[in-house]
């Protein structure tokens, strides 16, 4: 009892300084990450801003027992799934391929040059993106334009909800490729450079090199690069829904957090939609987990 | 370099092309705003292709209308003011967070990882976060736009893996010498930190100053809003009703289109202005970044 007295003692006399450098960053994280997890309360609740947490009548599970069985439950979890199991099928492998492509430049001005203009989509801000979405896939955007020459839709592909799924995910592509790239780049110029020259020495070329070399070289970047982005299957870019979609696009571009936002802030059903939302976080955390523990198992790369 | 064989030549052309192709698909839309925003602007509102060259005589006309628009200037101030003080605070509260998780004897390092790192597993979602910002009072304030978001995990960590990387002999040094944890940080720690500083001071200025959805939901107050609120007038719902306020109604409706190019320039210049200058620090960043993710 006295060793962990004078061990506490000994610590708080050479900590102070770091606990005081420590508290208003735990200060933030309470008020305004932990505080919104005890206000989750609200989904059990029938919660009013003026009783409070504490005066709001409990309803249990009456919230997600309406959702489940509402006619919006099974399009809002379909198109969350869909737009996400979309991206990760296109982007995820083409931020790759970028990688391994600007690998095999030789030029290293070519190189550099093709890198710094895949990063500037990213500084551009995601009103702006947007904007810009709908200035080429509105009806007469040349986007449009194009996709009407070939015989695809003549009034625009933005309002159209056959398209707009594609029209999220391919400006996801251009504003992201570069930046999600960076880390496999990174990847790749750490492989040591010894065992391409024991893998020509073996007669490999280029293309066994790839498959030999540089791809088990950056194995466990993707791995770990795919268990975050599977871990986030139901996080979808609903700030991007909401600058995009209009009630024509519902169909197949309301999502569940983009759902969460119209009833929670703008018809202020405060506990239903906090409901949605923890339905929400919840398969997204069970989801993460359950990819780690198989990655673990399978391929001994994990997060945790 | 070993002889190429033709198989590599043509691969080698074929990347190439790709990859020129991709440039071109990143750069093209860029030009097309820089082009559109000094074109003619009746040509401009005709206009619905991609613009590759300025449509009739190249004119500043937009950039006039858009620097003599006083909601346009003032929301430019409000977005300066935003991200410079939430960017200093966040740099702030980052630097101490990292110097002391990198402490080597900190009893609830583990702790405190633990309770910071959860929150990018799992969080209290859109609605309560909303209500903490309504129960404190907050909604309407400036505070709103700056606080709630103005500390990210992933800064701090990418902070304390380069704190981490220091070498201890120089800490220790200044230990034996009698200096305290303010000593250590601000005189040893922070002045060869100078590359990741910029990093994070970069991270947490580009995410302020293009960020618009929490301003959207806890701020009507039009006197505060950010310049990427007006940007979404004008752009997504391409209006510039809510400028006509201050005078030259007709002007400004005429040239609806190139106004809203001008716009978009001087909101993207600033970050395109800072990029070259930081861009080596910016690709180390997002590697520390992934080396500890």
Known sequence: MKAVRTRLQKEWLENKAVYVMILPVLIYYFIFHYMPMGGILMAFQDYSP????????????????????????????????????????????????????????????????????????????????C???????????????????????????????????????????????????????????????????????????????????????????????????VGNLMT????????????????????????????????????????VGLFNSVINLVILCVTNWLSRKYSETSLW | MTKRTNGEKVFAVFNTCILLGLALVFIVPIIHVVFASISDPLLLSANKGLITWPLGKPTLEGYRLVFLNNVIIKAYGNTILYVVSATAIGVMLSCFAAYALSRKKFMVKGFVTFVITFTMLFNGGLIPTYMVVRNLNMLDTRWAIILPNCVSVFNIMIMRTSFNSIPDGLEEAARIDGAGHWRVLFAIILPVSKAIIAVVVLFYAVQHWNSWFHTAIYVTNRDYYPLQIILREIVIANSTSSLDASGEPGELNLSRMLVKYAVIMVSIVPMFALYPFIQKYFVTGVMIGSIKG
Request: net charge positive; charged share 15%.
């Open chain 1, 131 to 229: 904007g810009l979405v709908r200035d080429f896939t509105e009806a007469g955007g040349f986007i449009s334009n194009m996709f009407a020459a070939m015989g695809g839709p003549q009034d625009g592909l933005l309002g159209n909800p056959g398209y707009f799924q594609g029209i999220l995910i391919g400006s996801n592509v251009w504003q992201s490729l570069g930046y999600n790239s960076i880390i496999y780049i990174s990847a790749l110029s750490a492989i040591d450079q010894e065992l391409y020259e024991a893998a020509r020495i073996d007669g490999a070329g280029r293309w066994k090199q790839t498959l030999y070399v540089t791809l088990p070289g950056i194995a466990s970047t993707i791995i770990i690069m795919l268990i975050l982005r």
């Open chain 1, 50 to 129: 003026n009783l409070g947490y504490f005066g709001s009548k409990w309803v249990g599970l009456e919230h997600f027992k309406s959702f489940f069985t509402s006619y919006y439950f099974q399009r809002l979890l379909v198109n969350t799934l869909m737009i996400s199991v979309k991206d990760i099928i296109i982007s995820f492998p083409m931020s790759i391929i970028f990688a391994l492509l600007l690998n095999e430049v030789r030029s290293k001005a070519f190189r550099k040059g093709v890198q710094t203009v895949s990063y500037l989509p990213y500084f551009i801000s995601m009103v702006v993106v």
């Open chain 1, 236 to 275: 979808v870019n609903y700030q991007k829904i909401i600058l995009l979609y209009s009630p024509a696009t519902y169909e197949t571009g309301d999502v569940i957090s983009t759902f969460v936002y119209r009833k929670g802030l703008l018809d202020s059903s405060y506990s239903y939609a906090t409901a």
